[in-house]
């Protein structure tokens, strides 16, 4: 019912060579888009050539990693959501840690950014966050679904559906050590059953959850086979264009 959504999240790195080198090796490598949907969050500058690419292949769809709330204006050096959704950009991830972290964002500042996502048609990938020290007991994984709840305020049922969450634990970012399958249930569990509560059985049904922190061809499959998990949000594995062809096939 759930496509598997697979989402490379490139970060501030790459040269224009190797975003060419990238897009050449994956060429006809990626599954098929009726099984396996793939995006690559790319920074700004690479998502013109990344929409190019993606207008004459199917197999991958164009993400951004950032974009501001308001459409145009006077904000210096922000990127505006109407202009990569005409470029075709399909999916912006917003909130991501290291957004929160080093550019101080919050949730309501989110909460704008997932409606400003939406009403230019794209989908927004939702990430939300967790520190190993607050992560002891069910009842305690509140931290993991407020995110959530402030991200989707006044987000009505119908864009709701369409939305993608992305469970992030930042102590899994970029450590190479991943979350257990458990513990990655356990959080996406808790997030749908939010999303349940909020939206009713329908729209949870639909929202698909994807888990990121050190992601690699080695622990997708396990990730994978864990049934509130749809898919996965690789950094490092999607930098190197075998690694994500690889992640993409669950590690085949
Ligand atoms: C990320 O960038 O969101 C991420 C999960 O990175 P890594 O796979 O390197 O842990």
């Known amino acids: 019912?759930?496509?598997?959504?697979?989402?490379?999240?490139?970060?501030?790195?790459?040269?224009?060579?190797?975003?060419?080198?990238?897009l050449d090796t994956i060429k006809g490598q990626l599954p098929d888009p009726n099984n396996v949907e793939c995006a690559i969050a790319a920074s700004s500058i690479y998502l013109d050539k990344l929409t190019e690419y993606c207008k004459n292949d199917v197999h991958l769809k164009a993400a951004a990693q950032n974009c501001f709330y308001k459409n145009s204006g006077a904000y210096t050096g922000e990127v505006s959501p109407m202009a990569i959704a005409d470029?075709?950009?399909s999916y912006v991830m917003l909130g991501h840690s290291e957004r929160r972290k080093y550019f101080h964002e919050s949730n309501q500042?989110?909460?704008?950014?997932?409606?400003?996502?939406?009403?230019?048609?794209m989908v927004p990938i939702i990430c939300c966050d967790e520190t190993m020290a607050k992560r002891k007991t069910y009842d305690e994984m509140n931290w993991v679904v407020n995110p959530v709840i402030e991200a989707l305020k006044g987000v009505s049922a119908e864009d709701a559906k369409k939305i993608v969450i992305g469970y992030e634990p930042s102590w899994a970012i970029g450590t190479g050590k991943s979350a257990s399958g458990k513990e990655i249930e356990e959080a996406c569990f808790l997030i749908r059953e939010t999303i349940q509560d909020l939206y009713g059985k329908e729209v949870s049904d639909l929202v698909r959850i994807v888990y990121g922190g050190s992601v690699n061809a080695k622990n997708v499959k396990e990730i994978m086979s864990q049934p509130d998990v749809d898919g996965v949000l690789p950094g490092t594995s999607s930098l190197k264009p075998e690694d994500f062809i690889k992640i993409t096939n669950f590690g085949k």
């Open 87 to 89: 470029m075709g950009v």
């Open 109 to 121: 500042m989110i909460n704008k950014k997932v409606k400003a996502v939406l009403s230019n048609g």
């Open 1 to 22: 019912m759930r496509t598997p959504f697979i989402v490379g999240n490139w970060k501030m790195n790459l040269t224009m060579k190797q975003v060419d080198d990238f």
